[in-house]
């Protein structure tokens, strides 16, 4: 079912709000906003939704007037939308009513990869001050989805830019209703005997705004409700599972049956990389709409060839039916993508947002995704790892699995000669090998900046200053190799900082761990994301320095991180062995609070701070 979305003139939505926040807890008296809201909302036997939302927001702030200016619905084309009274009223008691010249309804903007057919319409609310109050009542109705034979309805309750006076919330439906919710501790959830009608209200008023959290943390979980016809997956996506075995039954269209064709005999793992490259560069990536809402139906493979475009359950449908004709194992999976996949209350259109493939290529499951403009053979992308996917089988029955966590692998392989000279500058070579994630990162960059913006951005993470660096690699391409080598060459003319006739070598390995002092200090709340599991390691020789502090070697390993480091003196110079590794994607807060990781802070800082150290020349 889509919702209509509701956004501010910020761009602060005013309805549903996103779980990555930017936060630790804001006071109350800082909130720009009060709200009071009331949605009632009908779910009818065709499965369309009929909707009365009413809405007053008092501005508290000055900052509360901006974000008032103007409020958009935007909705698809085949919805409707009525605004039934929208007015400000003064501090004064003074009562404008919006005319019609402040409310309007109009194309929506196409978004960046796709042509839309949606609607919006905006409400300009006029005079606002302090202590000015905006109310509005608008009534919508929701057109069930192609193929959708269940509803299924998230409230999302998570932080907003506004205290909550008051709130309620209504569903009625023809058929019994199931609902799961979690951290509702301050609202209340009644069901009616028959199971046909749901009321969620605010206990007592609550603001809940978080502010100075990471750019690298989210709120994971969060207040939500989510209300269904039916608890099970085949209910909510059977009729589209036979829709998709239907298109795929049909003929490969002609380019992508020569493809096939062209491979066939080959060992699978060549024919889905060369199946992947010719989508690649056949088709983009972009969502069209303009013909009729489609919901999660897919063109047929005929049209998808035709308009050379698709989105991802077009692309990965055509991406099926070529796997499966060369005869390999394929079915389309429906997935939530992005860093991390909100945990599944209950099933249905509009939990997950993305579609891949999940192929069996040789005894190993490959997780395919044919929008990327990359591909890297047998490994799970970030954006897809460790979370609940759909299959939809041949014979159309849909089941729930998940989706493993890629092992730690080294993403990034740092071998370096610094040769120092008297005055503590040093002319740099280095052989970097990359992998995985740091390698897909240098893809991205030379397709989207450029080779040259890549090599600059290279060259200052080889040294702070550099001067004439040089950069001798292999030009990247679609395909992602298990390893990436590049040589790189650069003058430092700060390599070492000269104190009292002697020089300070710091490798600033210890920032990571300085950065988790302070996210405890500032109170921080979120989680935060890591990125896949990975490891960096460093081999440095600082030729021609002498150490004055003896050798060492140090280890530490936690269930979070691993670091080893270790020097030695040797005839040509000081050699710097540093290996860190993150075991996991994400940590929590109760992990970064927990005094077992306050221990790993302590310990691992106190290892890699003997890298930091004075030495002669």
């Given amino acids: 079912m889509r919702i209509i979305t509701l956004g501010l003139a910020l761009g602060l939505p005013a309805g549903l709000y996103s779980s990555f926040s930017a936060a630790a807890l804001q006071p109350i008296s800082e909130a720009p906003l009060a709200v009071n809201t009331a949605i009632s909302c009908q779910h009818n036997k065709d499965n369309s939704l009929d909707c009365v939302t009413s809405k007053r927001f008092t501005i508290l702030h000055p900052s509360g007037r901006e974000q008032l200016s103007r409020i958009d619905f935007t909705y698809p084309a085949e919805d409707r939308l009525q605004v039934e009274r929208a ?52 009534k919508s109705h929701n057109a069930a989805q192609p193929l959708a034979r269940q509803l299924r309805y ?10 909550e006076d008051s709130f309620s919330f ?8 199931s609902w799961r919710g979690m951290m509702l501790d301050d609202y209340s959830v009644d069901a009616s005997a028959d199971r046909k009608r749901i009321k969620v209200t605010l206990r007592q008023p609550r603001f809940l705004s978080y502010i100075n959290e990471w750019n690298n943390s989210a709120l994971r979980e969060w207040p939500q409700l989510v209300i269904a016809t039916s608890e099970q997956p085949q209910d909510h996506f059977g009729a589209h599972a036979r829709r998709y075995n239907e298109i795929l039954a049909a003929p490969l269209p002609p380019a992508a049956a020569a493809v096939v064709a062209a491979n066939r005999g080959k060992p699978a793992a060549e024919q889905v990389a060369a199946f992947m490259q ?31 475009y698709g989105d991802c ?22 997935i939530f993508r992005g860093k991390f996949a909100p945990p599944l209350l209950l099933p249905g259109i509009g939990a997950p947002n993305h579609m891949i493939v999940r192929a069996d290529i040789a005894g190993q499951t490959w997780w395919l995704d044919p929008t990327n403009p990359f591909f890297q053979p047998g490994r799970i992308m970030s954006d897809l790892q460790d979370r609940w996917a759909f299959i939809i089988g041949k014979d159309g029955t849909v089941s729930q699995t998940q989706v493993p966590m890629e092992a730690a692998r080294t993403d990034l392989n740092i071998r370096r000669e610094n040769t120092v000279q008297a005055d503590g500058s040093a002319d740099i070579r280095a052989d970097i090998e990359l992998a995985n994630s740091a390698l897909i990162d240098t893809i991205l960059q030379d397709r989207y900046q450029g080779v040259s913006a890549t090599d600059q951005s290279l060259c200052n993470r080889l040294s702070s200053q550099p001067e004439g660096c040089k950069v001798q690699r292999d030009k990247t391409s679609f395909m992602v190799p298990s390893s990436y080598p590049l040589r790189m060459s650069v003058r430092d003319p700060r390599m070492l900082e000269k104190i009292s006739g002697l020089f300070l070598y710091d490798s600033h390995y210890k920032g990571v761990w300085d950065s988790f002092d302070s996210y405890k200090r500032n109170g921080n709340l979120a989680d935060v994301y890591l990125g896949d599991a990975s490891a960096m390691q460093s081999n440095v020789l600082l030729k ?18 691993e670091v080893d480091a270790k020097q030695r003196q040797t005839a040509a110079g000081i050699r710097v062995q540093y290996r860190i590794s993150n075991k996991v994607r994400w940590l929590s807060h109760a992990e970064i609070s927990s005094p077992e990781f306050a221990k790993l802070i302590d310990d691992a800082r106190g290892c890699v701070s003997q890298i930091r150290q004075i030495v002669k020349l």
């Fill in 87 to 138: 007015e400000v009223i003064q501090p004064n008691g003074k009562v404008i009513k919006l005319g019609k010249s402040q409310i309007e309804t109009r194309a929506a903007p196409n978004p960046d990869a796709g042509v839309s057919r949606d609607m919006q319409t905006w409400m300009a609310f006029p005079e606002l001050a302090v202590g000015s109050t905006v109310s509005y009542r608008v």
């Fill in 154 to 163: 998230q409230l999302d309750l998570g932080p907003q830019k506004a205290r």
């Fill in 170 to 177: 209504e569903l009625q439906s023809t058929r019994p209703l």
């Fill in 278 to 308: 010719h989508i690649n560069r056949n088709y983009r990536y972009l969502n069209d709409t303009r013909l009729a809402e489609r919901g999660l139906v897919p063109f047929t493979l005929a049209e998808i060839e035709k308009h050379g």
């Fill in 313 to 334: 359950k077009d692309l990965s449908t055509l991406l099926t039916a070529m796997l499966r004709r060369a005869g390999i194992a394929a079915e389309p999976a429906l």
């Fill in 544 to 561: 021609g320095a002498k150490a004055i502090q003896p050798d060492f070697e140090c280890k530490v390993n936690t269930p979070w991180y």
